[in-house]
């Protein structure tokens, strides 16, 4: 059944802000300006958009007329300009935000870089809107992802065992990305060849440009590191992707290592000096 009621608002200023009651009344005048929304609904109504040199940022209320209070993980959000064309997009962690009373209305600040807007025409300080970016969910089930390049060389038995891999590989947590090594054997030239999964658990694709390496053997000895750039490789929204890497001999700290067991994780600052 579709409700026609529409709902008043209350203001909801987060704990956090302390503001002055000139600053209160003007989000209240704000606030009593905004048309009113339909039961079980949620809005976003953009009040201020300021320029500051690389960033942009955004003021905008969120309204809730739901019956309950609501709270958020993550909000895609989109600037569009006077045409209704999106102009930037971002994702934005909303912990700290809280909890959303219901039938509230509360103000928040948005934090866009201005590398990654789109908009040809220049930033317009009063023709624009801030929007709610629907996003198709991804797969429920965890997938592979191969490279075009794998997925036309790799033989059928390959695939098949890639696939079963990641299929019986323990459950991501949410938003969480990381690497598994799957084999690791020297080669002819006595190069290191590293073969991984690369793995992502967020609702967004990743693209990777470079990843710095570390590999460990069954002793915990270092057998190599260095840094390999991927020109952007692309790891699909809950998918895993393998990837081979292949350690010169320069970059190779123990030649005899024991592979029976080992491990590898990203190369840090400290490891790299």
Not at 8 to 35: A, C, G, M, R
Not at 49 to 68: C, G, H, Q, S, W
Not at 97 to 125: D, M, Y
Request: glycine share 2%.
């Amino acid at each position: 059944m579709t409700t026609t009621e529409t709902v008043e608002t209350t203001l909801s200023i987060h704990p956090d802000w302390d503001l002055s009651k000139q600053e209160y009344y003007v989000y209240q005048f704000h606030h009593n300006q905004l048309d009113l929304l339909k039961e079980n609904q949620i809005s976003i109504t953009g009040i201020k958009l300021e320029e500051f040199d690389d960033l942009i940022y955004v003021t905008a209320f969120i309204r809730n007329t739901l019956p309950k209070g609501i709270k958020f993980e993550l909000l895609d959000l989109l600037i569009l300009n006077k045409d209704k064309k999106a102009v930037a997009r971002e994702t934005f962690d909303m912990e700290k935000f809280g909890e959303l009373p219901a039938n509230s209305c509360r103000p928040w600040s948005f934090v866009f870089e201005k590398s990654s807007w789109n908009n040809e025409e220049g930033i317009s300080l009063e023709d624009w809107q801030i929007a709610f970016e629907l996003k198709k969910k991804p797969n429920a089930v965890h997938q592979l992802d191969l490279e075009q390049s794998w997925e036309e060389n790799l033989s059928k038995e390959r695939k098949e065992h890639f696939k079963q891999l990641v299929e019986k590989m323990p459950p991501l947590k949410q938003n969480e990305v990381n690497i598994m090594g799957l084999e690791a054997k020297f080669n002819d030239e006595q190069n290191l060849v590293v073969t991984l999964l690369i793995r992502n658990g967020s609702l967004k694709n990743i693209h990777l440009e470079q990843l710095p390496l570390v590999v460990e053997d069954a002793n915990k000895q270092i057998v190599a590191k260095g840094v390999f750039t991927l020109n952007k490789l692309e790891v699909k929204a809950n998918t895993s992707k393998p990837w081979t890497f292949i350690f010169p001999r320069d970059l190779i700290l123990n030649h005899q290592p024991d592979l029976s067991k080992w491990k590898v994780y990203p190369l840090t600052g400290e490891q790299k000096a």
